[in-house]
């Protein structure tokens, strides 16, 4: 059974620097892309980054320049690196994987449970 398990979430103070991880477990094949999504108090989820499987990304506009996102196929994990951190960022992050193939074939898309970032003065 495929699952995603977030790491890294924390407290640290604005202008400092967070690294969060979300491997995927299971009989896994590949995994046609990966992404972040943060959901702040009150707000909805909103993507974050993406990459896909070639290593193409996208990132929200107020993430661009601050925050890089990355993989590693051969661990099936996802990092997200920010950089310059504000307040606004603090929200609970979460982990998605699009397209999960295994031996079975294609399997729908998966969540992680989510890790909290808070960011402090």
């Known amino acids: 059974q495929v699952q995603l398990v977030e790491s890294g979430g924390g407290l640290v103070q604005a202008g400092g620097s967070l690294r969060l991880s979300c491997a995927a477990s299971?009989?896994?094949?590949?995994?046609?892309?990966m992404a972040w999504y943060h959901e702040g108090p009150g707000k909805e989820r909103k993507l974050v980054a993406a990459?896909?499987?070639?290593?193409?990304?996208n990132y929200a506009d107020s993430v661009k320049g601050r925050f890089t996102i990355s993989r590693d196929n051969s661990k099936n994990t996802v990092y997200l690196q920010m950089s310059s951190l504000k307040a606004e960022d603090t929200a609970v992050y979460y982990c998605?994987?699009?397209?999960?193939?295994?031996?079975?074939?294609?399997?729908?898309?998966?969540w992680g449970q989510g890790t909290q970032v808070t960011i402090s003065s």
């Open positions: 998605k994987a699009f397209g999960v193939w295994t031996g079975r074939g294609v399997s729908g898309d998966y």
């Open positions: 299971g009989s896994i094949l590949g995994i046609n892309s």
């Open positions: 990459i896909s499987s070639g290593g193409s990304t």
